[in-house]
Every structure is written in structure tokens, then in C-alpha cells.
């Protein structure tokens, strides 16, 4: 299934949804996916690199990498461009969870 199509799937149920955009050239991308490993139970998670997935980025405005956007049923609920710290996402998904 590609990309677009897990994003459908997950915005089908009440399940929350985090993409996260990246670029592989991107220094960012080292702490990135530590961090999503702890969220991986609470939350589905996309990733989409931008460069590759154009397409999707262009769809959700994205530019900058990494970028996160957290939903449910389509609907966006937080949207943060650059370092996100772990305490700041679990707060936030803590906050939309329920």
C-alpha cells in the first residue's frame, strides 16, 4: 500500500495519525526515529519523505523537514515544523488521545 492509501486507511478509523515528513538529507533525521519508537503504540505513524513523496508533502503544505502533523478522521489536530522534543509529543498526544 503506499503512502497515500495508509493515510486513508488510518483517517477511516478514530485511531490518531502522526505523519511525519523528512528528508534524508536532513540532520534531524538521526533523532527522529528514536523518538517515533516510543509513540508507535499510542499512534499510527507515516512517515513521508519529501523529496520522494512530493506529492503528499504538497498536500499537507509541507516544506520544511522534519515536519509533524497529527490527526484523526482527517482532521488536523497539532502541526510543528523543526525539532520536537520527547515530553512536547507526549504531551500532545496525551492531550488528543481520548
Not at 500500500?1 to 536532513?26: C, H, P, R
Not at 528514536?34 to 507515516?46: G, M, S
Not at 520522494?52 to 482527517?74: C, H, M, T
Amino acid at each position: 500500500m503506499d503512502i497515500t492509501g495508509k493515510i486513508e486507511e488510518v483517517n477511516q478509523s478514530d485511531s490518531l495519525l502522526l505523519v511525519v515528513f523528512y528528508a534524508d538529507w536532513s540532520p534531524h533525521c538521526e533523532w527522529i526515529e528514536p523518538l517515533l519508537h516510543e509513540f508507535e503504540k499510542p499512534v499510527n505513524i507515516v512517515r513521508v519523505n519529501i523529496e520522494s513523496n512530493r506529492k503528499v508533502a504538497d498536500a499537507y503544505e509541507i516544506e520544511i523537514a522534519p515536519s509533524f502533523v497529527l490527526q484523526r478522521k482527517g482532521k488536523m489536530l497539532w502541526e510543528k515544523t523543526g525539532e520536537v522534543f520527547p515530553g512536547e509529543l507526549r504531551d500532545v498526544i496525551e492531550m488528543f488521545k481520548n
